[in-house]
Structures are given as structure tokens and as C-alpha cells.
């Protein structure tokens, strides 16, 4: 089970990350998925300045927890 954070890691394994951008517009992201990224950006606190979802269905749970 891969975490956003664990993702972005395995990109840039030996950078210091001071900014994420996560553009995921278009990608088919369920009410599910929503709470599974909303679940890993809590427990892995990062430096996000963008989090694009346009064009995904988060269904009606998925809008309260993003």
C-alpha cells in the first residue's frame, strides 16, 4: 500500500522536498480514493501547495474529507 508521500519519495529519493504539487485532475479518483489520499496526507504531513482533483467523482463523503 503506497502512500502519496512514499510516491513522491521514491521520485526524488535523495532530494529534500520543499514543495509538492499534486496535479491528479482527470485520473478517476473515487469517493474511496479520496479518502485514502486525504487518509495519507494527514498522517504524512508534507509541504503541498497544490492539490488539483478537478475532473474526479469524489462522491458525497469524499467532498467533506479533501
Given at each position: 500500500n503506497?502512500?502519496?508521500?512514499?510516491?513522491?519519495?521514491?521520485?526524488?529519493?535523495?532530494?529534500?522536498i520543499n514543495e509538492v504539487?499534486?496535479?491528479l485532475s482527470n485520473c478517476g479518483i473515487s469517493e474511496e480514493?479520496?479518502?485514502a489520499?486525504?487518509?495519507?496526507l494527514r498522517s504524512n504531513p508534507s509541504h503541498?501547495?497544490?492539490?488539483d482533483l478537478t475532473g474526479n467523482d469524489p462522491g458525497?463523503?469524499?467532498?467533506?474529507v479533501v
Open positions: 503506497i502512500t502519496v508521500v512514499n510516491y513522491i519519495d521514491l521520485l526524488c529519493p535523495e532530494e529534500k504539487y499534486l496535479r480514493g479520496y479518502k489520499l486525504a487518509s495519507a503541498l501547495i497544490e492539490l458525497q463523503s469524499g467532498k467533506s
